[in-house]
């Protein structure tokens, strides 16, 4: 009979902590739940509030994404491998619809090749942005460009023709915009066109 109140103890004392081990879990929970929450709180934050700055980007740019035109070919204008997209080559159309037409070295200046490269990567943006329906914060990187510059026989200048798209998609993408790069000359494109570029472009889901 004198055993009972240190076991009636040992009872009470197991079941103390029992609960302490309880209450320790549940705040042990609580904690990492809301650490978490937190931190998807704040990647959801940075995510959303990239599209807006590149919207931004593309303003102060003079720049407004259009409907890509349909192939003209037997071919799709974007194929998606992974998390990469292959981007078909992209034609210099100004805003007015007409083509950047001639030959560097010929009837065309690097600066007017300058800008016949950057409506092509205009119009790289303008089927990314319908790729990824209208969210092109889901850019992780612009992996590699090839341009291609319709050229005179003695004209040398291809890369500074082709900085045009590069540095549109430094400009838009920042960091995410530097790229790997061939700038290949040719002695005639598609049409007479100055310029056609192609990307690969790496994205998130």
Request: proline letters at 4%; charged letters at 15%.
């Amino acid at each position: 009979i004198s055993s009972l109140p240190n076991a009636h103890c040992i009872t009470m004392s197991m079941s103390t902590t029992s609960m302490l081990v309880r209450t320790l879990l549940f705040f042990s929970v609580l904690l990492t739940t809301s650490t978490t929450v937190h931190s998807f709180s704040r990647l959801s934050m940075s995510m959303s509030s990239s599209s807006p700055v590149i919207a931004t980007k593309l303003t102060e740019l003079g720049i407004v994404l259009r409907e890509p035109p349909s192939p003209k070919g037997n071919y799709v204008s974007c194929v998606r491998t992974g998390n990469l997209l292959h981007l078909c080559g992209h034609i210099p159309q100004k805003d007015d619809g007409t083509l950047w037409k001639g030959r560097l070295g010929e009837s065309l200046t690097v600066e007017e090749g300058y800008e016949s490269a950057k409506c092509c990567a205009i119009a790289i943006l303008n089927t990314l942005n319908k790729e990824l329906e209208g969210d092109l914060s889901r850019v992780v990187q612009v992996v590699k460009v090839v341009g291609f510059v319709n050229s005179a026989n003695d004209f040398e200048q291809q890369p500074a023709v082709i900085n045009g798209a590069s540095d549109l998609f430094g400009n838009v993408f920042g960091a995410a915009g530097v790229h790997a790069r061939s700038a290949v000359g040719t002695n005639v494109l598609p049409l007479g066109i100055a310029t056609e570029v192609e990307a690969v472009i790496e994205i998130r889901d």
